[in-house]
């Protein structure tokens, strides 16, 4: 019987083991990246670079971006009224039991209250409010206006207590989360998008401040805070890998009075607008802290702004002043790459210097378009080309370009349908860019009158075409001749389900080329 036994087990062994056998792991799937653009998210435009190895989690951590900024929202936001911060203002002197995010936003607001002496206080809307009065009555505020804003500014607004998690509101002040509030929140939403399996890596910028986490390195261009158009030169560029980038500047929104500029930025301790400084971008570790010095940059002196930068590991800084000074951290050279230019780097042949070239050199073609919004929520920003034609409908120019991912490029049928032959990519697709915050929705690009291989065109007419396409939606398409000569003109065109406001700008340049 033994004997038996062992004759079964040696033929039935091997055959066991050819049946089940050992797991050999397969080729590991390779990320690729996933982008899509927002607009109407915390009142500006949105970024999402989504590193995964498949459509389906990519989407899921889409929407876990989604679902943690709208959940942040209801809690942070002073411009919804149901929101838990606007709840809580309505109360006075009661201790109020308070979620953690709202706790710790009012405990970190304190600490960079006491950090930068001042110079960041969720109170400041107090003076922000009155200078919009004077832009509204163009006048400026009287010295005793804004004394009292100042003095008001310097009350306690608040009192936490850790133990029992609570805050009692104790002012009347109006009050604004804001400074460093978007960077958390930022910061909040990609946490929750890596939480998804199958995500290596992803970017979330809003407004021009981002987080960069997971497995990637991405390439930043800094927007130049003194030009006016999306597809103009950066000042810098960097490398970033695992931190965050913020950049704050009085370049985008403010307040005009008797035809003088006032920053939207504004000093709590002496009530003016800021003024010296164009533009603060940091990098650092923590999100919060990035936003919180980018802000503060922008209002106190240059000496300030350094022995604060130091007290924070890892923070690196550019800020540019009024006079275009540059002021770097000790560390910023590590941070950057060399700048890439949108045309080929090429000398305009000589032979151009001998005739007149599209209105001239001192002249440009700037183009402003916003494009529709729905009154709440996020909304996926349609595809959109911007290119240049001559009389004869021969490409000329690819002024800007924003898509999805090349995948659905054809979806904008009649530039894809010039272009797909010479197009290669649009180094602002691949690049995230850090801003000053832009309003959501509207845009501004510009034309050199330079074509693809950056030789200025010759003097004549012109075809002006926009494209705007959703991926199995709407499509629209705009055209406009122009001509390029020594006249300034202004065109104002038609707008469409996706775009309005439109408006060709033929002017005198405002910058060098």
């Given at each position: 019987m033994k004997f038996l036994i062992g004759i079964i087990a040696t033929f039935l062994f091997p055959a066991l083991c050819y049946a089940n056998p050992p797991a050999v792991p397969g080729p590991k799937k390779t990320a690729r990246l996933y982008t899509s653009h927002y607009e109407n998210v915390l009142g500006t435009s949105m970024e999402l670079k989504i590193s995964a190895t498949s459509q389906q989690s990519s989407e899921k951590?889409?929407?876990?971006?989604?679902h943690e900024i709208d959940r942040l929202?209801?809690?942070?936001?002073?411009?919804?009224?149901?929101?838990?911060?606007?709840?809580?203002?309505?109360?006075?002197?009661?201790?109020?039991?308070?979620?953690d995010e709202l706790f710790e936003v009012l405990r970190l607001f304190d600490q960079w209250r006491t950090r930068s002496g001042g110079a960041l206080d969720a109170s400041a809307e107090v003076i922000t409010r009155l200078w919009k009065l004077a832009a509204a009555r163009q006048q400026l505020p009287t010295p005793e206006e804004l004394s009292a804003?100042?003095?008001?500014?310097?009350?306690?607004?608040?009192?936490?207590?850790?133990?029992?998690?609570?805050?009692?509101?104790?002012?009347h002040?109006?009050?604004?989360?804001?400074?460093?509030?978007?960077?958390?929140?930022?910061?909040?939403?990609?946490?929750?998008?890596?939480s998804i399996s199958q995500v290596d890596a992803i970017i979330v910028n809003i407004g021009g401040d981002l987080v960069v986490t997971g497995d990637l390195n991405e390439s930043i261009s800094i927007s130049d805070p003194q030009a006016d158009a999306e597809n103009e030169a950066p000042i810098d560029a960097l490398q970033i890998s695992n931190k965050a980038v913020a950049t704050s500047g009085n370049?985008?929104?403010?307040?005009?009075?008797?035809?003088?500029?006032?920053?939207?930025?504004?000093?709590?301790?002496?009530?003016?607008?800021?003024?010296?400084?164009?533009?603060?971008?940091?990098?650092?570790?923590?999100?919060?802290?990035?936003?919180?010095?980018?802000?503060?940059?922008?209002?106190m002196t240059i000496p300030e702004s350094i022995r604060l930068a130091l007290s924070v590991p890892g923070a690196e800084y550019l800020i540019i002043t009024r006079n275009r000074e540059r002021i770097a951290s000790p560390g910023w050279a590590a941070l950057e790459q060399p700048l890439k230019t949108e045309l080929p780097d090429k000398t305009v042949p000589k032979i151009n210097k001998l005739i007149p070239h599209a209105g001239s050199k001192d002249f440009e073609l700037v183009i402003n378009l916003e494009i529709n919004l729905q009154k709440e929520g996020a909304v996926k920003r349609p595809y959109i080309a911007v290119w240049v034609e001559d009389e004869n409908h021969a490409p000329v120019r690819t002024i800007t370009v924003w898509h999805g991912s090349d995948r659905y490029m054809p979806e904008l049928k009649s530039w894809y349908l010039k272009y797909r032959g010479i197009y290669?990519?649009?180094?602002?697709?691949?690049?995230?860019?850090?801003?000053?915050?832009?309003?959501?929705?509207?845009?501004?690009?510009?034309?050199?009158?330079?074509?693809?291989?950056?030789?200025?065109?010759?003097?004549?007419?012109?075809?002006?075409?926009?494209?705007?396409?959703?991926?199995?939606g709407t499509y629209q398409l705009m055209r406009q001749e122009i001509s390029c000569d020594e006249t300034p003109k202004v065109i104002n065109l038609t707008g469409n389900i996706e775009i309005s406001a439109t408006t060709l700008d033929y002017r005198k340049k405002t910058t060098g080329n």
């Open positions: 951590a889409e929407s876990a971006v989604l929202s209801k809690i942070l936001s002073a411009y919804d009224a149901n929101s838990e911060f606007s709840r809580w203002m309505r109360t006075l002197n009661q201790p109020v039991a308070v979620s804003a100042v003095a008001e500014v310097r009350q306690p607004h608040w009192q936490l207590d850790p133990v029992t998690r609570t805050a009692v509101h104790l002012s002040a109006p009050l604004m989360l804001n400074s460093f509030t978007k960077s958390y929140i930022i910061k909040h939403a990609a946490d929750a998008a890596r370049y985008r929104r403010g307040e005009l009075i008797n035809g003088h500029w006032y920053s939207h930025i504004v000093d709590p301790r002496s009530g003016q607008p800021a003024g010296d400084i164009l533009s603060a971008t940091v990098v650092a570790p923590n999100a919060t802290d990035a936003g919180a010095l980018a802000t503060a940059f922008n209002i290669n990519t649009d180094n602002n697709f691949k690049t995230s860019v850090t801003s000053a915050t832009r309003s959501a929705g509207k845009y501004t690009v510009k034309w050199d009158g330079k074509d693809d291989q950056g030789n200025f065109v010759k003097p004549g007419n012109y075809i002006i075409k926009i494209e705007a396409s959703r991926e199995h």
